[in-house]
């Protein structure tokens, strides 16, 4: 496994790049003629960033007050597109644990 390769008798793993060159490194490791390597690449992006729900749930508000009056959180929710909660909702690294879980599991699959 590969945490276990890079982290020897048990150590920590010291990251001297940032999450972005890591995964630039894995995808270039990888065989991009692979029929699911853009599957694996949308994945193992996904698998390193978490949405802020904060500002979902802000969003959601909105839409949910918006034109047409007012609409229940799943109406809205229907009308999210993919783009407007990439330029709306932040997003952030989750915590080491959790990262390596939600990275173990796109590895496993």
């Known amino acids: 496994e590969l945490f276990s390769i890079l982290a020897a008798d048990g150590e920590e793993v010291e990251v001297k790049l ?6 630039n490194r894995m995808l270039k490791a990888a065989k991009q003629g692979h029929p699911y390597f853009v599957l694996y690449a949308k994945e193992l992006q996904k698998a390193c960033s978490i949405l802020r729900a904060s ?4 969003l959601i508000e909105v ?10 959180r799943d109406e ?3 009308c999210l597109t993919p ?3 990439a330029e709306v909702v932040r ?3 989750p915590p080491a644990a959790f990262l ?3 990275l173990r599991r796109v590895w496993d699959y």
């Open 91 to 93: 997003s952030h690294i």
């Open 63 to 72: 839409e949910c007050s918006g034109e047409g009056g007012a609409r229940n």
């Open 55 to 58: 500002d979902l749930d802000k």
């Open 100 to 102: 390596e879980r939600r």
């Open 18 to 23: 940032d999450l972005f060159y890591f995964i």
């Open 76 to 78: 809205a929710w229907k």
């Open 83 to 85: 783009q407007l909660i």
